[in-house]
């Protein structure tokens, strides 16, 4: 009796060892998954860097500090739309300051490189404003303002990393190309505004910014 007893407590202690699943057994990985890459989601970044022009005009400035900020809807995996604003100061050699701004709509295409990486480029359109104040004429001597507005069309490229599941760092490089519409000179007793077909100097500044930014990424 005890014999049976015996082999029938054997036969249930084999009948869970075999059927208890094998991976039960074997501890929890220790890798971390790679995070997903959100196929829709609001994008904002904010940087900085270098800000600096090309053209005859800008002669009267060199590169100075510039900052950038972005916000974007991020429909589909390779596209988004939004707008940048950005802000960009020049040093000026002859004349006390310098700087201009633009706002943009911004359509931008995305490529990612696995999970962590993403190149990109946008086009852009907006409006571009730039200020200069200082003594424009030696001879004479006047401390004059200037400011010249107008529609712009931009191109945009950079890429980013990932650091963290919402966090990313990248570098970006913008470039514009402005249709200038109006120009005024401002003294103090008062101002004149042309187009810049009718200015005494030639009027071409085309902006450009190169600089890192940093974007927080949220799932939409």
Same mark, same amino acid.
């Given at each position: 009796m005890r014999r049976?007893?015996?082999?029938? &407590?054997?036969?249930? &202690? &084999?009948?869970?060892?075999? *059927?208890?699943?094998?991976?039960?057994?074997?501890?929890?990985?220790?890798?971390?998954?790679?995070? *997903?890459?959100?196929?829709?989601? &609001?994008?904002?970044?904010?940087g900085g860097g270098l800000n600096a022009c090309s053209g005859e005009f800008c002669n009267e400035g060199g590169p100075s500090w510039g900052v950038d900020l972005t916000a974007l809807y991020r429909m589909h995996l390779n596209f988004a739309v939004g707008f940048n604003v950005h802000y960009g100061r020049f040093a000026p050699d002859k004349i006390d300051t310098m700087y201009d701004y633009v706002i943009n709509f911004e359509a931008r295409g995305i490529l990612p490189l696995g999970s962590r990486l993403e190149l990109f480029g946008a086009a852009a359109f907006g409006y571009a404003t730039t200020y200069a104040d200082g003594v424009f004429d030696e001879e004479d001597g006047k401390h004059l303002i200037f400011r010249a507005t107008g529609v712009t069309a931009g191109v945009v490229a950079g890429f980013s990393a990932r650091v963290t599941e919402r966090l990313h760092v990248g570098v970006v490089g913008r470039f514009w190309m402005p249709n200038w519409s109006?120009?005024?000179?401002?003294?103090?007793?008062?101002?004149?505004? *042309?187009?810049?077909?009718?200015l005494?100097?030639?009027?071409?500044?085309?902006?450009?910014?190169?600089?890192?930014?940093?974007?927080?990424?949220?799932?939409?």
């Amino acid at each position: 009796m005890r014999r049976i007893d015996a082999a029938l &407590l054997f036969s249930l &202690l &084999l009948t869970v060892f075999v *059927t208890v699943p094998a991976g039960a057994a074997e501890p929890p990985s220790s890798e971390a998954k790679p995070p *997903t890459v959100s196929a829709q989601a &609001l994008l904002f970044e904010a940087g900085g860097g270098l800000n600096a022009c090309s053209g005859e005009f800008c002669n009267e400035g060199g590169p100075s500090w510039g900052v950038d900020l972005t916000a974007l809807y991020r429909m589909h995996l390779n596209f988004a739309v939004g707008f940048n604003v950005h802000y960009g100061r020049f040093a000026p050699d002859k004349i006390d300051t310098m700087y201009d701004y633009v706002i943009n709509f911004e359509a931008r295409g995305i490529l990612p490189l696995g999970s962590r990486l993403e190149l990109f480029g946008a086009a852009a359109f907006g409006y571009a404003t730039t200020y200069a104040d200082g003594v424009f004429d030696e001879e004479d001597g006047k401390h004059l303002i200037f400011r010249a507005t107008g529609v712009t069309a931009g191109v945009v490229a950079g890429f980013s990393a990932r650091v963290t599941e919402r966090l990313h760092v990248g570098v970006v490089g913008r470039f514009w190309m402005p249709n200038w519409s109006d120009t005024c000179f401002y003294e103090a007793d008062g101002g004149q505004c *042309t187009e810049p077909e009718a200015l005494e100097f030639e009027f071409e500044m085309m902006p450009w910014y190169a600089g890192l930014f940093v974007r927080y990424e949220l799932p939409y």
